[in-house]
C-alpha cells in the first residue's frame, strides 16, 4: 500500500551532478506519478525543485497526483500527534506544473490512524472518516483560490486507499459510498467541477471478478472519475503475473461506467524490516511490468513514485536508474 507510510527524507537527500535531455520520451506508456509532500521540503530551493520537475519532463509525465496535504502520525504519541505538511509545498508544486503544463490531482488529509480504524466498529469508522472529511475542507480553503484560477489543478484524491477485504459488506461498502459522495461534496463547494479519482489494491483476498463487481457498484454509487489499481509488485502483494488478472476483470466491469481504471506502477523493491524501507526497482522488472499492464491502460499508467525511486533528489540508486530509462540501457 502507497501510504503505509513512504514518507520522502528530503532534508537529508543530496543533489548530485547530472544531465538530463532537454525533452523526449523516456518509457512509452508513463502518465504520471505520485508525489508525498513533507514539511522538510519547505526547505527545498529553487534548484532542487527545478531538478525534480525537469526529471518529469524529461520522463514525459502529464500529471502530478498529491498524495495528500496533510499527513497526520499518531503512531507514536496520541496525545500530540505530528503534522507533515506545509501548504507551501502545494504552492510550489503547483506553480512548477504550470511552468511545465502539467495537471495536478490534489488529496487530502490523512490520519495514520486509518488502517486500525478501519478494522474497528463501523460506527467508528464512520466517526474517522468524518475527521478526515473535516480536516480536508479546512485544509484545502487554504489554497482554494490558488486552485480556482490555476491551470494545473485537475481533480482531488481520495487520500485513503482501499483495500480489497474491508469494504466487500454492503454495509461497509454503503459506508464508503457515502464518505466519497460527501467529501465529493464538501470540495466542490470550494473548487467546482472536478473529477474526483480513489486507490484501489489487492491483497490477494478477493477474486478478480469480486474487486471487479466491487469497484462497479462504487463507480455508479458515488461518480468518481477515477480508480487507480495499485499493483502491489514493490511490496510483493501481486506478482508482475498476476497484476494483468487483476486489471482485465476490473476492465471488464468498468465498461459502460463513467469511470476509468489507471494502473499504478510500483518502481520500487521493498526490503526486509519492521518499518518500511525501499530501493530503486530493478530497470528489467519495471519494464516487465510495463508489458503487461499497458494492455489495460489506455491512459498510461501511473509511477509510484519518481521523486524518491527514479530522480537524482532520490539518491545515487535512484538516478541510476533515471540515467538507465532516459538513455535505454
Known amino acids: 500500500m502507497i501510504s503505509r507510510l513512504r514518507i520522502f527524507l528530503a532534508a537529508s537527500i543530496l543533489i548530485l551532478p547530472f544531465i538530463l535531455p532537454t525533452s523526449g520520451f523516456a518509457m512509452q506508456g508513463i502518465s504520471g506519478t505520485f508525489f508525498q509532500p513533507t514539511n522538510a521540503m519547505k526547505t527545498w530551493d529553487n534548484e532542487t525543485w527545478d531538478t525534480l520537475f525537469n526529471t518529469y519532463r524529461c520522463l514525459g509525465l502529464s500529471e502530478i497526483i498529491v498524495q495528500w496535504v496533510v499527513y497526520e502520525d499518531t503512531s507514536d504519541n496520541y496525545e500530540k500527534p505530528t503534522y507533515e505538511y506545509d501548504l507551501s509545498v502545494i504552492s ?171 494502473p499504478v506502477l510500483e518502481i520500487f523493491t521493498q526490503l526486509e524490516g519492521d518499518k518500511f524501507t525501499a530501493e530503486p526497482a530493478p530497470l528489467k522488472r519495471i519494464r516487465e511490468q510495463l508489458h503487461e499492464e499497458l494492455p489495460f491502460a489506455p491512459n498510461g499508467v501511473m509511477l509510484f513514485s519518481v521523486a524518491e525511486y527514479m530522480s537524482p533528489i532520490g539518491g545515487e540508486k535512484a538516478e541510476a536508474l533515471l540515467q538507465e530509462v532516459l538513455h535505454n540501457k
Request: aromatic letters at 8%; proline letters at 4%.
Open 92 to 262: 510550489k508544486i503547483m506553480e512548477h506544473a504550470e511552468q511545465n503544463g502539467m495537471d495536478v490531482t490534489i488529496g487530502g488529509v490523512f490520519l495514520n490512524s486509518f488502517w486500525k480504524r478501519i478494522e474497528t466498529d463501523p460506527e467508528l469508522i464512520k466517526v474517522h472518516l468524518m475527521r478526515i472529511r473535516k480536516g480536508t475542507a479546512e485544509a484545502i480553503k487554504r489554497i482554494a483560490p490558488q486552485l480556482q484560477c490555476s491551470p494545473a489543478f485537475a481533480g482531488w484524491y481520495v487520500s485513503q486507499e482501499i483495500d480489497d477485504r474491508t469494504w466487500l459488506d454492503k454495509n461497509y461498502t454503503d459506508i464508503l459510498c457515502s464518505f466519497i459522495k460527501d467529501l465529493h461534496g464538501d470540495l466542490s463547494t470550494l473548487v467546482p467541477n472536478k473529477p474526483m479519482s480513489i486507490s484501489a489494491f489487492s491483497n490477494g483476498w478477493a477474486s478478480p471478478e469480486r474487486l471487479g463487481q466491487f469497484w462497479r457498484t462504487v463507480a455508479d454509487t458515488t461518480g468518481v472519475g477515477r480508480v487507480l489499481f495499485q499493483d502491489g509488485v514493490g511490496v510483493k502483494k501481486l506478482t508482475v503475473k498476476e497484476v494483468p488478472l487483476y486489471l482485465k476483470k476490473m476492465q471488464e466491469e468498468m465498461q459502460g461506467a463513467c469511470c476509468t481504471l489507471q
